[in-house]
């Protein structure tokens, strides 16, 4: 009796053990914002409205210089959710499923649930539609994308319809009428990019995304858990609630004063716009009319609005919880995005515009609260940071490094260059394989065409020029500087790591 006693004791001590070290473990919370680009009031936007994530900023550090590694969202989100790049993974466009080509791969999120997290994707974390699908081993339960998932079956405001197309060719903003559409159906002829219906947040799909996640929330209770939330807007059609877009009025809305090709450019660089030519009111080609650029500056403006207040939402259910103290909150925009500069409009390009997007991280108890880094950072990196915050082992085969050494100490000497790609066909040359890399003081860019064994280069010095109007590459004068950042081009990313001393 005293034998079997003993070991209910060291049983039930063994439990309550393993119990508080579960409630001590970390969560996270894992908030995707797509095509957003650091048009923030944190970033030192002062036209946009974004308090919420402002004040997420405010809590934590603010990465000024984060850099995705394609900007393109399945190839970014891709190299992001698997800390691999894309040449590694081979996933270069919006169809091709991450584990095709790499079946064994241990994504972000599988990594949390293989090590006892609970983990849960509401909307856009991996990149779906086109062809594309989710990933069932990341997640514990089944994602959640539209309402079309839930049990009822019933139809999301998502899913476009022959009444939408006839309301948003009525008029667009202001007729109140606008219904939200399907950004991933290839055809978009009957639509308006923009509209402002007069319906409450919940009607469209990021406020029933927040509403999933915060019911979500109150369900995992005390569980460690990997909350993943991916909004849609500011992504293309800029359809959202009237209020957001009555946030502004169209005369202090800016437009891009640089809106031409680089001088000394390739044309291939740019990009056709196609994604936004898609839709009606917009020309196949050729500029896009000012007042039509305001009107979509407009509507980019009043989406992150719209994704702020459901950011708000979020993060007032996790604080109302008690959770805030023992969870780390991530905010990301999966690449940047062109509103017009050099003459172009989304993302698709190698620019500095479409290759650095926000990134916020809020950990408890951090001592940067509130503080900035200017500090080279890439997406690859978001990966080994959580795993390392959390105290999980990292998979040998990742390709980025913990931004934890920067989180005590914003200053730290870090990377020397962050590195982006993108691939493209040119009627002219055929397919082009465009590397790119961003020093403290360069963005330096080769495009090679295997087909025609000829390089292209680009060169911007953001010293003088920071939107990046002119290309040096082919100027006497800058030669030594050309063959350095070649050098350290084919060098690649493990010869610009840190040294391990400020790792």
């Given amino acids: 009796m005293r034998i079997a006693t003993l070991l209910v004791a060291l049983i039930i001590n063994w439990v309550a053990q393993s119990s508080g070290a579960e409630s001590n473990r970390l969560n996270v919370l894992f908030i995707a914002v797509d095509d957003l680009r650091p048009e923030l009031g944190c970033y030192g936007n002062s036209v946009v409205k974004s308090p919420n994530i402002d004040r997420l900023a405010g809590q934590g550090i603010r990465f000024n210089r984060a850099y995705c590694q394609f900007a393109l969202c399945n190839p970014s989100r891709s190299s992001l959710l698997t800390g691999r790049r894309p040449e590694t993974l081979k996933v270069y466009t919006l169809e091709a499923f991450v584990r095709d080509k790499n079946p064994d791969v241990t994504t972000l999120p599988q990594l949390f649930k293989q090590t006892g997290y609970e983990t849960r994707s509401f909307g856009k974390i991996f990149h779906v539609g086109n062809g594309n699908h989710d990933d069932a081993e990341s997640w514990s339960v089944p994602p959640w994308h539209t309402a079309r998932d839930d049990k009822s079956g019933t139809r999301s405001a998502t899913s476009g319809g022959n009444a939408s197309k006839a309301n948003r060719k009525a008029g667009g903003p202001s007729d109140g009428k606008a219904d939200e559409v399907d950004p991933d159906t290839p055809d978009h002829s009957g639509e308006l990019p923009f509209g402002d219906p007069n319906v409450p947040d919940e009607k469209l799909i990021d406020g029933q995304i927040a509403r999933h996640a915060v019911a979500a929330l109150k369900e995992m209770g005390k569980q460690p858990f990997f909350l993943a939330v991916g909004f849609h807007r500011p992504h293309l059609p ?266």
């Fill in 238 to 503: 800029f359809v959202v609630p009237k209020k957001y877009w009555d946030y502004y009025q169209p005369s202090t809305i800016p437009l891009a004063t640089n809106d031409f090709l680089p001088d000394g450019a390739p044309a291939f660089a740019s990009n056709d716009s196609a994604e936004l030519r898609r839709y009606m009111s917009i020309p196949t080609k050729g500029p896009i009319a000012r007042e039509t650029a305001k009107k979509l500056v407009h509507g980019y403006f009043a989406s992150v609005s719209y994704v702020d207040a459901q950011v708000g939402l979020i993060l007032a259910e996790l604080d109302r919880l008690g959770l805030r103290s023992h969870t780390v909150v991530i905010l990301w925009g999966d690449h940047g995005y062109q509103l017009g500069e050099h003459g172009t409009w989304t993302k698709r390009t190698n620019w500095e515009m479409a290759t650095r997007a926000p990134l916020i991280l809020s950990v408890p108890g951090q001592s940067s609260a509130g503080r900035a880094t200017d500090a080279l950072v890439e997406f690859v990196d978001i990966y080994p940071t959580l795993a390392t915050l959390c105290d999980i082992k990292l998979p040998p085969e990742l390709e980025g490094i913990s931004l934890s050494p920067l989180v005590k100490n914003p200053q730290l000497p870090w990377k020397t260059a962050a590195f982006s790609v993108y691939t493209k066909n040119v009627p002219e040359i055929g397919k082009v394989f465009g590397r790119a890399m961003r020093t403290d003081r360069f963005r330096f860019i080769r495009w090679t065409s295997p087909s025609t064994n000829r390089a292209f280069c680009e060169l911007y010095d953001h010293s003088i020029d920071p939107m990046e109007n002119v290309n040096l590459a082919d100027k006497p004068e800058s030669r030594e500087t050309v063959e350095r950042l070649s050098g350290m081009l084919k060098t690649g990313w493990r010869g610009a790591l840190p040294d391990k001393q400020s790792r």
